[in-house]
């Protein structure tokens, strides 16, 4: 019921403790998020990233650029997308890698002599960026120059993250200590304590990953229930509520329903939550879905199956 990333990421924890230091040393913190990142990825910015757009520009029309093996990694990159230019497979560990190429570069332009902008006042996990800044002057001049690095690798901002917190109003990370309640509790009462948080949570602090950190901080204790029965039908409630939430949830579920076996109930669960993922056009988490039925051995009902074709996606297709 559990497994490993062959790569390493920065854990919710490591998060909170850099937000909550930009936090001591700035009086604001500017809150940045790239939209739609890895749907949004140009390949050929893989290049640009590697060599510098300039240098890679430069090779292409010398027609030199294609004996580079930046340009390789392009081709290979679009190979597994049907030839698409736009976009990266959601959830493979290369994905995250290619992604780190592309952000690197622009890292390294955000802390450049000519930015103003140090290291130290910038931490981001993937695509979710913070800056330590002294007033919204400077805030304004961070996020000028983030949105001008980003659309040069065809990236843009999502606008309805972007948040601006300073003082008393910035306490990343309060709602985690809500968990430490849970200690003393075992069984079906942990079970039913654990899911009534969750939720109470989810409506307080919409923008955070409430469900994502508390499955991976529960997950075992979870399952050392042995109350399979209880725990599938939470967590099926949170499905049929939140069906976008499948990654965060998927790894919990399914790996109970392996061990416990697929009723008829479960299966419907989870194709009405796909089906409303395609019906709002959410490509990443049909994605998680067809693992599931894969995973579980499910046969995809003909509804589902338009759906996901209607989606136009090479990678939902394949």
Known sequence: MSGHRAIESSTLSEKRRSQKHLASVYPQVLQLDISRFYDSVYTHSLPWAILGKSVAKSKFKAKTLKSHWSDQLDRYVRNCNSQQTIGLPIGPDTSRILSEVILARIDASLCGKSSGIKSKQVYHAIDDYQFGVSDTSEADKVQSLFVKLIRQYELRLNDFKTKINGGLSHSPGNWQREFDQLANFVGSALIERYFDLVYKLMLEFPDSNIVGYANKRFAKKLLGT????????????????????????????????KSIGVSSDNKRVLISSAEACTRRND????????????????????????????????LIDL
Request: net charge positive; hydrophobic share 50%.
């Open 226 to 257: 042995k109350e399979f029965a209880l725990l599938a039908d939470y967590l099926q409630r949170l499905l049929l509520a939140a069906p976008h939430l499948i990654r965060w949830i998927a790894p919990l579920y399914l790996g109970l329903l």
């Open 283 to 314: 490509v990443g988490s049909t994605s998680w879905y067809l693992y599931s039925f894969l995973y579980l051995n499910i046969s995809i009902p003909k509804l589902l199956y338009d759906g996901c074709f209607a989606l136009s996606c090479p």
